[in-house]
Nanobody, 125 residues
Framework: VPLQACGGGLVQAGGSLRLSCVASRRSFSVYALGWFRQAPGKEREFVAAINWNGGSTYYADSVKGRFTISRDNAKNTVYLQMNSLKPEDTAVYYC???????????????????WGQGTQVTVSS
């Protein structure tokens, strides 16, 4: 399922951003969805995931309590609300879809089948 992420930008520490990822296929609701990020010089890491109906969400410890993942299946869109941003949140953020672990999403990026192109988030101190 083709994915298109947007919403990144430059924000000061303590600020907020909301990322969106739109899928261009009607079968969007049968996928679990995840957000991952890759900072310069680092490996891509898990950020958050949500199951097919939004009933279960998972977060990396580093973003728990600050980020919220949600989805609107009617709009084929998954969101990542990012609050209290820190400079260490600076990265390219990717959305991804997993057609296998739809009830209990995985945090393992290799399990995700489809990836968006990434959107840059820069947090200044």
């Amino acid at each position: 399922v083709p994915l298109q992420a947007c919403g990144g930008g430059l924000v000061q520490a303590g600020g907020s951003l909301r990322l969106s990822c739109v899928a261009s296929r009607r079968s969007f609701s049968v996928y679990a969805l995840g957000w991952f990020r890759q900072a310069p010089g680092k490996e891509r890491e898990f950020v958050a995931a949500i199951n097919w109906n939004g009933g279960s969400t998972y977060y990396a410890d580093s973003v728990k309590g600050r980020f919220t993942i949600s989805r609107d299946n009617a709009k084929n869109t998954v969101y990542l609300q990012m609050n209290s941003l820190k400079p260490e949140d600076t990265a390219v953020y990717y959305c991804a879809a997993d057609g296998s672990h739809i009830a209990v999403p995985t945090t393992t990026q290799q399990e995700y089948d489809y990836w968006g192109q990434g959107t840059q988030v820069t947090v200044s101190s």
